[in-house]
């Protein structure tokens, strides 16, 4: 252990979510690591807590089946390469259907006193302001979409780009027992149980065609945040604010986020509702419950006119309101290498959100991989790549390589994006035919799913068989 602690630490900028996985990873190899998190010396627009790997928006990992998502495998994945962060919502459950969702607060008291409690962590409260002291020469910059101004100005100096940016709205929270369930039922679309789940885990607000339309009317005509200074910056189309997708076309909201699909109202079960908004629980104790996808940037005395016209919502107490922060993240593509290292400074690795990956876990997974490139880096061992089938190679091939849309007819610059199906390499192998008949539709999207699921958890397991394991305890 004395010879470990001879050895210099790497230095970890950021105590969230990949900052916090990227630590874990660190020191599990046994590398000495140094944690710097600025709050609560200096607070950030979104966060309440000074706990590592704090949640501000949503409670939800998202969907947990390695069979029919990509961010199931990029779950299965993590859990394989022995994540904290994983490791924690595990342990931290909430009831969510198909989906992994955690209690914010003791998922968040896990990971910190799991950090805290390694003897090859030290945790720093104190800002970086600027670049890292050079002989920092092992650093990863984990610092999210909330970087301080000095640091992101530091770096976008060293970069000579323009950092990037859009907005990522946070949803409101209830409180449940403020919630008129003589309207409202508990189910899971199409009853589906997921982990900790019963298949009876949203609660489900209806609302008949009148009750939709004057939803939308209200929605639109409520008074909004204006962000001025950013009004150029786009809107990530995974987490668009809902007034914005109403704006898009009226019926947009009951094929998002209000679908009624796979829902049958115990209340009225002969009546189909026209659209439904769920809730998901937010905390253990099932007092809080949060409106899925239900961001926003409405001013929240208009959130609470309008969500109150909800069925159900009539009463509701905000725990919460929903609100509005602004996001930076490099053109990783352009400015890191293979290594999440910058290419003007390598000594600096990048991790997390402002990787241009989007996402709890798609940040966490990114710090994973950072925090072993720098563990090998430390030990003077060459990092094997992972295999780019898998949901981690995957994502790292997203950030370094790029993936270039088009929009208007013109080419975009580099955009943040989740983990999806469309980021693994096209399958070699066939899987069109069924017991002598070709498959078709959902039939054959489902079977190649399933395939993609099956190469991904192979290659993972040839890799971790070739490159062994970082693991020192």
């Not at 029919?68 to 259907?97: N, V, Y």
């Not at 189910?187 to 885990?201: L, N, V």
């Not at 209340?267 to 899925?292: C, F, I």
């Amino acid at each position: 252990m004395s010879e470990i602690r001879q050895t210099p630490p790497v230095h970890v900028v950021g105590g969230g979510l990949a900052g916090s996985e990227a630590a874990w990873q660190v020191a599990r190899s046994g590398v000495p690591v140094v944690l710097h998190e600025m709050r609560p010396v200096r607070a950030t627009p979104a966060h309440r807590t000074d706990a590592l790997a704090e949640l501000v928006c949503s409670n939800s990992f998202r969907a947990d089946d390695p069979q029919t998502s990509a961010i199931g495998i990029l779950h299965r994945e993590m859990r394989a390469l022995d994540s904290l962060i994983l490791r924690a919502a595990d342990t931290h459950k909430l009831p969510a259907g198909g989906a992994l969702a955690v209690d914010r607060t003791g998922f968040a008291a896990e990971v910190t006193n799991a950090l805290a409690a390694h003897p090859l962590v030290e945790i720093r409260r104190e800002e970086i302001a600027g670049l890292p002291p050079a002989e920092w020469d092992n650093v990863i910059i984990a610092t999210g979409p909330l970087t301080s101004p000095a640091l992101a100005e530091a770096v976008r100096g060293l970069t000579g780009e323009k950092d990037l940016a859009f907005y990522d709205a946070i949803a409101p929270v209830v409180h449940f027992e403020t919630i008129d369930m003589s309207k409202a039922w508990f189910q899971s679309r199409y009853d589906k149980a997921g982990p900790g789940g019963t298949g009876a885990d949203y609660i489900n607000c209806p609302l008949t065609r009148e009750h939709y339309e004057a939803f939308v009317d209200a929605l639109l005509a409520g008074e909004k945040t204006e962000f001025k200074a950013f009004e150029d910056t786009p809107y990530f189309d995974g987490c668009l604010p809902i007034e914005i997708m109403a704006e898009r076309g009226r019926e947009t909201l009951r094929h998002g986020p209000m679908k009624p699909f796979g829902l049958t109202n115990p209340h009225a079960p002969t009546s189909k509702p026209y659209a439904v908004v769920q809730l998901r629980q937010d905390n253990a104790l099932g007092t809080l419950y949060n409106m899925v996808g239900f961001q926003t940037k409405l001013k929240h005395h208009a959130q609470v006119e309008v969500f109150r016209t909800i069925p159900g919502l009539e009463a509701a107490s905000f725990a919460r309101l929903g609100g509005l922060h602004r996001n930076t993240f490099l053109n990783s593509p352009k400015v890191l290498d293979s290594g999440l290292r910058l290419r003007a400074d390598p000594r600096l690795r990048f991790a997390g959100q402002i990787t241009g990956c989007e996402g709890y876990v798609e940040s966490a997974a990114i710090g994973l991989v950072a925090g072993r490139m720098a563990a090998a880096e430390r030990r003077g061992e060459a990092f094997r790549p992972l295999p780019p089938t898998t949901a981690l190679g995957a994502l790292v091939n997203h950030i370094t390589a790029g993936h270039v849309t088009v929009i208007d007819g013109g080419p975009s610059s580099f955009q943040p994006m989740n983990v999806n199906f469309g980021l693994f390499p096209p399958l070699s192998g066939g899987f069109a035919a069924k017991e002598g008949k070709r498959m078709r539709g959902a039939e054959k999207a489902a079977a190649k799913k399933a395939a993609l699921s099956a190469r991904a958890e192979a290659d993972l397991a040839a890799w971790l068989g070739a490159s062994g394991t970082l693991a020192a305890e």
